[in-house]
C-alpha cells in the first residue's frame, strides 16, 4: 500500500490557499478555493433609491397625463354635463353622440383629404430624399456640395416668410383650391431636414462596406438598393413619421391655398365645432381624439427605429 498523498487537479492549479507566514491562516480576501473575494462596499449606496428622480417622473406623468385624461373623458360626455361638471370631473355619463356629430358635419371628408395630402407627401419624400442623400455622402463634387448648402439654407427660411409668393405661384399655374397646391409646398419644405436626417444616418455606414459591394462587382445602383437603404432603415422611418406629421398637422398651406369645402383637411375642418354662440368642447374633442390616431398609430410602430435616426446611429 504506497504512502504518496495524491494532488487533485484543483489544488495543482490553485496552489496553497494559506499563506506561509500567517501560520496557516486564510490570506485577507480569499476563499477556500483561493478565489478572491468581491468587495461588497457601496452595495447599500447603489441600492438607495433616487427620491429625486422619482418626483421628477411623477411630476412629468402628471403634466402629460392631466391633458389626456381631460381630452379622452370629455369627449364621451354631454355638452351640459361637460359644462356642468367641469373638465377634471369624472364623466357620470357616456355617449357617443360626439363622435356621431363629428362625422354629420363633414369629418369624413376633412378625414379623407388630410390622409391624400399626408400620403403624398410621404411618397414625394421617399422617392427623392433617400437617392439625394446618397448622391450627397458618396459624391463630394462642388454641385453636391452646392445642393446640400441650398438644402441647409432652406431651413432658415420659414413658410410664413414666402407664403406670398407661394400663393401667387399655385394661383397661376392653376392649382388654387386643389390637394395638390397644398401637397407640393408642404413636400418642398420638408426635403430639407429630411435631407440632413437621411443624409447623416447614410454617413454611418463604412466604406469598408462599399468596398466590399464594388469588390463583388456591384453597380451602385445595387448598392443603394441592397446596402444603403437597409442600413438607413432608421432614417427612413425618421423623415417618413416627421413628413407625415407636418402634413398631417398642417395649417398654413391648406389655410392660404384652399377655400372650398371639398378641399379642407382636419386643421381648418376643426372650426366647424365653433359657432357664434359658443364652442361645443365635447364635440370638438372628440374630433381631435379621432384625428390624433392614424398619426398615433405610425409613431407606435415607427418608435424605436424614430429614436435610432434621431440618435443619428442609422440602421446599425
Known sequence: MSNDLSVTP????????????????????AT?????????AGKGSRNRPNWGAGVAVTIWLLIVAIPLYVLVTASFQTQAG????GPLSLPTTFTLDNFTNAFDQGFGRYFLNTLVVTVAVVGIVVLLVPPLSYAIVRNRSRATTGIFRMFLLGL????????VPIFYVISVVGLYDNLIGVILPTGAFCLPICTIILSGSMRDITNELYEAMALDGASPKRVFLQLV?????????????????QAWNGFLFPLILTQSESTKVITLGLF?????????????????????????LVYLFARRALVQGLMGVGGK
Do not use: C, D, H
Open 32 to 40: 477556500s478555493a483561493g478565489v478572491p473575494l468581491r468587495r461588497r
Open 82 to 85: 361637460y359644462a356642468e361638471g
Open 229 to 245: 437603404l437597409p442600413l438607413s432603415k432608421g432614417g427612413v422611418a425618421t423623415i417618413v413619421v416627421y413628413s407625415a406629421l
Open 156 to 163: 432658415a427660411v420659414p413658410a410664413s416668410a414666402v407664403i
Open 272 to 296: 366647424n365645432f365653433q359657432t357664434q354662440y359658443g364652442v361645443n368642447i365635447p364635440g370638438l374633442l372628440a374630433a381631435v381624439v379621432m384625428s390624433m390616431i392614424p398619426i398615433l
Open 10 to 29: 484543483a489544488e495543482q492549479v490553485s496552489g496553497p490557499t494559506t499563506s506561509p507566514t500567517s501560520g496557516g491562516a486564510p490570506r485577507p480576501g
